[in-house]
């Protein structure tokens, strides 16, 4: 199980830091790429923080989660929380919002697909353990 464990949150981390990584060069670019229209530095700046700084630290995080026995289960419950919320969101936006783009579909695999590993990596766990 620990083996397990390590590889979702190793693959969780390189999403994270790809995504981060990403939106910190060029935060513009992503979002245009599905139909996002920003502009101005203001913008650019806010995308960068939000995005880029958020994903690369959850990344950082996960892969340090990856390296400690100790902070495994953590780790697991945060790629659970961080992925199953933006579903939540995105699912949410739909349903207000009425509208789906491609991108969406992708996203959301991604999404659910990760909070699923998470949780079937902690299946079993007693959460009275610290």
């Known amino acids: 199980m620990n083996t397990y464990r390590i590889g979702v949150l190793l693959l969780a981390a390189l999403g994270f830091l790809v995504f981060g990584l990403w939106f910190l060069i060029d935060p513009i670019g992503p979002l245009a790429m599905i139909g996002i229209e920003v502009s101005g530095p203001a913008a650019a700046t806010e ?21 400690r026995p100790a902070w495994r289960v953590p780790g697991l419950w945060l790629v659970l929380a961080a992925n199953a919320g933006i579903a939540a969101g995105r699912l949410l936006g739909v349903a207000i919002d009425g509208v789906w783009v491609p991108f969406f579909t992708w996203a959301l695999l991604w999404e659910l697909g990760f909070a699923a590993l998470a949780a079937a990596g902690l299946a079993g766990t007693n959460p009275r353990v610290r």
Do not use: I, N, W
Request: aromatic share 14%.
């Open 47 to 67: 995308f960068r923080a939000f995005y880029g700084g958020l994903l690369a630290g959850l990344g950082l995080l996960t892969v340090a989660a990856a390296a």
